[in-house]
């Protein structure tokens, strides 16, 4: 399949499956591993493109579903592609519209042809959301990485409905290969599927490969299955993966979830979890999160984290946004400014700690500084890091 990206790994742990890789899209170039924040309609909740772009984002992600019920198609074809409407000059990775399967599931209908959603803007109006529409779409948003339409169940559903999700999964992708208008400058990613069921993501797997996609991503996670068993779906994918190709794992976001994967071999994550925890008032820091908006922040004088340099931190204190997040948007703002700015920190840790060959202790220290005591580390994290040669508990 055609390909608009080249990918060269840079560094590997010497300990873990983790590495460093340099991604090279149409918009620029990617350092891996990499935390992709969302922009459902054209930006971040709360902050600007243009300020995303002072925070050093390489990547960001539009909602497929979303642009192409508002602005909607006509009007992002006038403009030239999502990067032209929302002024962004980085790469772009827009999700297929397949996820509103499970969260809009009350709205959707699927059949083999695609899913029918019912507008929650309106509740009268429908999409008929097919592989070839999906394409569509995401041709004329013009992101740097479209995913394929994939048929997504929520991770705590069992039974036929994972297998026949799965299968299908396979027969949109070829779909969606042959609606794919642009390869030479967009990158069409696969997505394994197969639920929980060890066997079926192996099948999946299989059959994905044959279709040499530009990236795989790991997909039906994140929705509330156990840890434990997440963990074993992560590190059976990357196990049988192509070792030359980036591995994207959505809806992750959580700083030990993104420790952890990145050990097991993960090079991608998207997740809402920074800017939508940062609009309740929640600001991340490498010891845990702090709810300004309690009112023990009232008088504390002190920057969100001491060591970090985003504008939140550097002009204004714990006590001005304790008062703006009771009262004013501008407190949202500023948190979530400082929850993407420690994200991508984080995530520039992990790559530096690879390169420098102290990946181990890097993450012993990140568990350390985030539980406090190895009593509160949660035992999946153990087990999964136990996995690729580190014990959390020596």
């Not at 790991?218 to 997440?230: N, Q, R, T």
């Not at 420098?356 to 539980?371: A, I, M, N, Y």
Request: net charge neutral; aromatic share 8%; hydrophobic share 35%.
């Amino acid at each position: 399949m055609k390909s608009a990206l080249t990918w060269e790994i840079i560094a590997k742990c010497s300990t873990t499956k983790a590495r460093v890789g340099k991604l090279i899209l149409p918009h620029g170039p990617v350092d891996t591993p990499v935390f992709m924040p969302v922009g459902t309609q054209g930006t971040l909740k709360g902050i600007t493109p243009k300020q995303l772009e002072e925070l050093g984002c390489q990547i960001m992600l539009n909602n497929t579903y979303h642009l192409g019920l508002r602005p909607g198609q006509e009007l992002l074809e006038q403009i030239g592609g999502s990067h032209n409407f929302q002024n962004w000059s980085r790469n772009l990775l827009t999700d297929s519209g397949g996820f509103q399967m499970v969260s809009l599931l009350k709205l959707a209908k699927i059949t083999e042809q695609g899913v029918e959603f019912q507008s929650p803007h309106d509740n009268e109006s429908t999409m008929l959301l097919t592989p070839e529409h999906s394409m569509s779409l995401q041709n004329s948003i013009g992101a740097d990485i479209i995913m394929q339409l994939d048929d997504v169940v929520s991770s705590l559903t069992t039974g036929k409905r994972v297998e026949e999700a799965m299968y299908r999964s396979i027969r949109w992708l070829d779909r969606c290969i042959n609606a794919h208008r642009k390869p030479d400058s967009q990158n069409l990613f696969a997505i394994i599927q197969g639920g929980l069921d060890i066997n079926l993501r192996k099948k999946c797997i299989e059959e994905m490969i044959l279709r040499d996609t530009p990236g795989y991503a790991i997909g039906g996670l994140s929705g509330g299955e156990e840890k434990d068993i997440f963990w074993r779906i992560v590190t059976l994918c990357t196990d049988l993966l192509p070792k030359n190709k980036p591995i994207y794992c959505m809806g992750i976001g959580y700083t030990e979830d993104l420790v952890v994967c990145s050990a097991l071999g993960v090079d991608m994550y998207d997740c809402v979890f920074p800017t939508r925890t940062a609009r309740f008032g929640n600001a991340l820091t490498p010891k845990g999160s702090l709810n300004l908006k309690s009112v023990k922040f009232s008088k504390d004088f002190q920057p969100i984290e001491k060591d970090c340099d985003c504008v939140a931190c550097k002009s204004y204190t714990r006590s001005y946004i304790h008062l703006q997040a009771t009262k004013e948007t501008v407190g949202c703002h500023l948190i979530t400014l400082h929850n993407v700015a420690y994200q991508l920190r984080l995530m520039r840790n992990i790559r530096q700690a690879i390169i420098e060959g102290r990946f181990p202790s890097f993450v012993k220290q990140t568990f350390k500084d985030l539980f406090g005591s190895e009593e509160k580390y949660p035992v999946w994290a153990i087990n999964a890091l136990k996995s690729v040669n580190i014990d959390l508990l020596s």
